[in-house]
């Protein structure tokens, strides 16, 4: 346990207590818990960020049952311009209460990001449909596997946890992200999560309502960022508090943030595929005017002639457009990058820390 000076190796501890949390884990001898509170109490600093909107209801279970999973954590309720009690509630439970100005859960997120200053990043929403224990497994593990993104994937425990339409729209909307960016996560909708302050600080958060976890979701994936999903039960809102989703409107939010990032980050695919039926169509009308010139020698539909060159034309544009956009939009990504690689590893951050319980093994 101690190098050639009889001092204490952090790196070693942290490393050799990471694996005793992954193994504790896999086998289920200990609640994930109390493996945490036990052996990765000192690794860094955790916060838990939650963005509310009039969850007085709430909150407060919230706040103690994430106070119990991550003893260590500071709990930061981010209040959005709530109509009843809920920064009092907050306050008077023992959290970090901020208020975010601008209306939407999106701009709260960009703001707590700015805010906040930590290693490790817990973000759940505050009605207390989530289950806080599961905090500590996801911690445990973007610490054991230095990964940037945990997905607490939900898993329903009562048939009234989804609201009517939310299940199939997941399935629709995840199936859509996978058919434009290739791959993605169960649950890319999921609003607990675990980041690294890689991610955090590299994120540029450009939603300002529910769409956020799309976005989320695409930043990870456009980096090729290391990232995980874990189940998570996941509960039916306590009676007396209302969702704040509007089932149909913040679908077609979603799918239209989709459109717009499939439309910025893969440039050359959507304006190549514009520009190919573009040509389709131009050629189509173009065959029977050109087959017309051949036998007589005259171009009898010069309106239609007129259509499908301007047609062509259109189509060269878009490709030429695609072709110049995936260029600054490649730039655009090499700059995130750096941003990303900017901040130390979390290996790097916790490097000072000493691991709680493992000085006298």
């Not at 499908?308 to 939009?329: E, R």
Request: charged share 25%; with cysteine.
């Amino acid at each position: 346990m101690k190098s050639a000076k009889g001092r204490i190796n952090p790196l070693r501890l942290r490393s050799e207590a990471e694996g005793s949390v992954i193994k504790s884990l896999a086998s289920g001898q200990a609640p994930a818990e109390e493996v945490l509170g036990e052996r990765l109490r000192h690794v860094g600093r955790v916060a838990v960020l939650v963005p509310c909107y009039n969850e007085e209801k709430t909150i407060t279970e919230v706040i103690t049952g994430f106070r119990s999973a991550l003893p260590e954590a500071i709990i930061y309720v981010y209040d959005n311009n709530s109509e009843d009690c809920t920064a009092d509630v907050a306050r008077a439970a023992g959290a970090v209460v901020r208020r975010g100005t601008l209306q939407g859960k999106g701009h709260v997120v960009r703001r707590m990001f700015a805010d906040v200053d930590a290693d490790v990043y817990v973000l759940v929403d505050g009605d207390a449909t989530y289950n806080p224990p599961s905090a500590g497994m996801m911690v445990a593990r973007l610490m054991a596997e230095n990964l940037d993104m945990v997905v607490g994937m939900r898993a329903e425990r009562g048939e009234e946890a989804y609201r009517r339409g939310h299940r199939m729209g997941n399935r629709l909307l995840n199936g859509v992200v996978a058919m434009v960016f290739g791959r993605t996560f169960v649950d890319m909708l999921s609003g607990f999560r675990v980041f690294s302050r890689r991610f955090v600080k590299s994120f540029p958060a450009l939603s300002g309502g529910f769409e956020i976890e799309t976005e989320l979701t695409v930043h990870a994936l456009e980096l090729d960022l290391p990232v995980a999903e874990v189940p998570t039960p996941y509960y039916a809102r306590p009676e007396g508090s209302r969702s704040k989703l509007k089932t149909w409107q913040d679908g077609f939010r979603i799918l239209r943030l989709i459109f717009k990032l499939y439309r910025s980050e893969r440039p050359l695919a959507f304006f190549g595929i514009l520009g190919t039926a573009l040509g389709v169509v131009s050629v189509s009308l173009a065959i029977p005017i050109f087959a017309t010139y051949v036998e007589q020698g005259i171009v009898p539909r010069l309106p239609t002639a007129v259509l499908s060159t301007g047609l062509m034309l259109l189509a060269s544009l878009c490709i030429a457009s695609g072709l110049m956009l995936d260029t600054v939009t490649r730039g655009r990504r090499e700059m995130k990058l750096l941003a990303y690689l900017a901040q130390h590893a979390l290996r790097d951050q916790c490097e000072n820390f000493t691991v709680k319980g493992l000085e006298e093994e």
